[in-house]
């Protein structure tokens, strides 16, 4: 009987992380449609402020209590921001290159980024199984950004948007390793909503310098829904709904369902913007 229990305590843990999934996904393609309407430091700005002041109500009570730790780690959570902040920028920049199914393909070599970072971070030896888990990732980026196309590896022709995605994934994997380690003292909706706020100040002294708010001055219903749904939905909600699932059927069963990114991405790449399969994708 309890491990009946368990089992189905588990189905509802893989569904939450398929909502996450989804969620995700449907992020890339929310973002590549609002990629078009302003820039992406002011979406991202927009973004963070937004999800900063929806979790600021479930973290104030910690942030008091805690408040000591948090000025004596305020350098720290300003990375973390700089981190999340970068990855999310890069990300909405790269679908402006790249197809939705491609970005969700280079997404879903993170827990392999992450390996690798850990590695040469902290000299955490790699078994020789994810070693060649590491490769077979990294040959399948390669073959995405020279798409398989002999002209293009001689002429060292990478595709861009992949490229960013990449860079951008590398930045999420650096969050994900420091979060935890870093604010061992504090809650993930807490861990979230500081890294929001130093995403929102970076993000926004960059607009205001580069004068990148001008995008938003005719704003509409329908792209202030799309910021919305991106603060709420991929960025607050499934975020946390990922730190709890971890949480509870640990990090290799919870990272199993990044796989669903390329199929999910595939489905929306089809269904929102009519966008080619090539063979390379395979």
Same mark, same amino acid.
């Given at each position: 009987?309890?491990?009946?229990?368990?089992?189905?305590?588990?189905?509802g843990?893989?569904?939450?992380? #398929?909502?996450?999934?989804?969620?995700?996904?449907?992020?890339?393609?929310?973002?590549?449609?609002?990629g078009t309407?302003?820039?992406?430091?002011?979406?991202?700005f927009?973004?963070w402020?937004?999800?900063?002041?929806f979790? #600021?109500?479930?973290? =104030?009570r910690?942030?008091?209590?805690?408040?000591?730790?948090?000025?004596?780690?305020?350098?720290k959570?300003?990375f973390?921001?700089l981190?999340?902040?970068?990855?999310? %920028?890069?990300?909405?920049l790269?679908?402006?290159? %790249?197809?939705?199914?491609?970005?969700?393909l280079?997404?879903?070599?993170?827990p392999?980024? %992450?390996?690798l970072?850990?590695?040469?971070?902290?000299?955490?030896?790699?078994?020789?199984?994810?070693?060649?888990?590491?490769?077979?990732?990294?040959?399948?980026?390669?073959?995405?950004?020279?798409?398989?196309?002999?002209? @293009?590896i001689?002429?060292?022709?990478? @595709?861009?948007?992949?490229?960013?995605?990449l860079?951008?994934?590398?930045l999420?994997?650096?969050?994900t390793?420091y979060?935890?380690?870093?604010?061992?003292?504090?809650?993930?909706?807490t861990?979230? #909503?500081?890294s929001?706020?130093?995403?929102?100040?970076?993000?926004?002294?960059?607009c205001?310098?580069?004068?990148?708010f001008?995008?938003?001055?005719?704003?509409?219903?329908?792209? =202030?829904?799309a910021?919305l749904?991106?603060?709420?939905i991929? %960025? =607050?909600?499934?975020?946390?709904?990922?730190?709890?699932s971890?949480?509870?059927?640990?990090?290799?069963?919870?990272?199993?369902?990044?796989?669903?990114?390329?199929?999910?991405g595939?489905?929306?790449?089809?269904?929102?913007?009519?966008?080619?399969?090539?063979?390379?994708?395979?």
């Open positions: 009987m309890v491990e009946m229990r368990q089992l189905d305590t588990n189905r843990i893989y569904f939450l992380l #398929f909502l996450v999934m989804l969620s995700w996904t449907l992020g890339i393609v929310v973002a590549k449609w609002v309407k302003a820039s992406p430091l002011e979406i991202s927009w973004r402020m937004l999800a900063s002041l979790l #600021f109500p479930f973290s =104030a910690e942030l008091c209590v805690e408040r000591k730790l948090l000025l004596r780690d305020i350098l959570i300003i973390l921001g981190f999340i902040a970068g990855g999310s %920028t890069l990300l909405i790269s679908v402006q290159f %790249t197809s939705v199914f491609n970005a969700s280079v997404s879903a070599v993170q392999a980024a %992450t390996l970072l850990v590695s040469l971070l902290f000299w955490r030896r790699i078994s020789l199984t994810q070693l060649s888990g590491i490769i077979m990732a990294a040959v399948g980026i390669l073959v995405l950004l020279f798409e398989m196309d002999i002209v @293009n001689i002429d060292l022709s990478l @595709n861009r948007g992949d490229l960013l995605v860079f951008a994934v590398f999420y994997a650096a969050y390793i979060a935890t380690r870093w604010l061992y003292w504090a809650s993930a909706t861990i979230m #909503f500081l929001s706020v130093i995403a929102t100040l970076l993000l926004g002294l960059l205001f310098f580069l004068d990148a001008y995008s938003f001055v005719d704003v509409n219903i329908t792209l =202030a829904g910021v749904f991106l603060a709420l991929p %960025t =607050a909600f499934a975020t946390t709904l990922w730190n709890y971890v949480a509870r059927v640990g990090p290799n069963k919870a990272s199993a369902f990044i796989n669903l990114l390329p199929l999910l595939a489905i929306w790449s089809l269904l929102f913007f009519g966008e080619t399969l090539y063979s390379y994708h395979i």
